[in-house]
T-cell receptor, first 113, second 110 residues
Framework: EAGVTQSPTHLIKTRGQQATLRCSPI?????VYWYQQALGLGLQFLLWYDEGEERNRGNFPPRFSGRQFPNYSSELNVNALELEDSALYLC????????????FGSGTQLSVL | RKEVEQDPGPFNVPEGATVAFNCTYS??????FFWYRQDCRKEPKLLMSVYSSGNEDGRFTAQLNRASQYISLLIRDSKLSDSATYLCAVVTSGTYKYIFGTGTRLKVLA
């Protein structure tokens, strides 16, 4: 069974540009979570999508947005990139009941120059 | 106060030692608890869920103390390969937000 897949693995952008990160959940999972992990820091909750809807978001500015498609894959968009957006962006999926384990993809390393 | 707190460590222990980590949470409505392991710059991997009655998986034992609002992870007979950062995750009832601690670094020394 395929795990959570994320693309691209690495992304290099310059300040002010937009970045799009993609995630495909494990088959059967309806929930997708996005986390930001800056170097040396913990996982910061960004967004949660379930059944195509945004269900919750963390303390991030509106320039962090995303969506979930009918096949449950998801996209994270970061507009007007800033240097401090450089981080590992992790996507995780689950069955969406809150009692289920999260399974993570290997992440997208975003570097903003 | 942070929602989920962990001692960052590092915990440096010799091979074969027993080591324990705690993770405290602030929201009494928290409903689900997990331990993850993260190797340097890789994705977190699920180690184990934490149940009210406590649970064991080989050398790893997890406990939940609802009264004091913390979970613990005990590793017996530490191996070099156990060197990693251990993250706790807490899910709050109703929000379904998985909040992670910042992790505890473990180094097992030969």
């Amino acid at each position: 069974e395929a795990g959570v897949t994320q693309s691209p693995t690495h992304l290099i952008k310059t300040r002010g540009q937009q970045a799009t990160l993609r995630c495909s959940p494990i088959s059967g999972h309806t929930s997708v979570y996005w986390y930001q992990q800056a170097l040396g820091l913990g996982l910061q909750f960004l967004l949660w999508y379930d059944e195509g809807e945004e269900r919750n978001r963390g303390n991030f500015p509106p320039r962090f947005s995303g969506r979930q498609f009918p096949n449950y894959s998801s996209e994270l968009n970061v507009n007007a990139l800033e240097l401090e957006d450089s981080a590992l962006y992790l996507c995780a999926s689950s069955y969406g009941t809150g009692n289920e384990k999260l399974f993570f993809g290997s992440g997208t390393q975003l570097s903003v120059l | 106060r942070k929602e989920v707190e962990q001692d960052p460590g590092p915990f440096n222990v010799p091979e074969g030692a027993t080591v324990a980590f705690n993770c405290t949470y602030s929201n009494s409505a928290s409903q689900s608890f997990f331990w993850y392991r993260q190797d340097c710059r890789k994705e977190p991997k699920l180690l184990m869920s934490v149940y009210s009655s406590g649970n064991e998986d080989g050398r790893f034992t997890a406990q939940l103390n609802r009264a004091s609002q913390y979970i613990s992870l005990l590793i017996r007979d530490s191996k070099l390969s156990d060197s990693a950062t251990y993250l706790c995750a807490v899910v709050t009832s109703g929000t379904y937000k998985y909040i992670f601690g910042t992790g505890t670094r473990l180094k097992v020394l030969a």
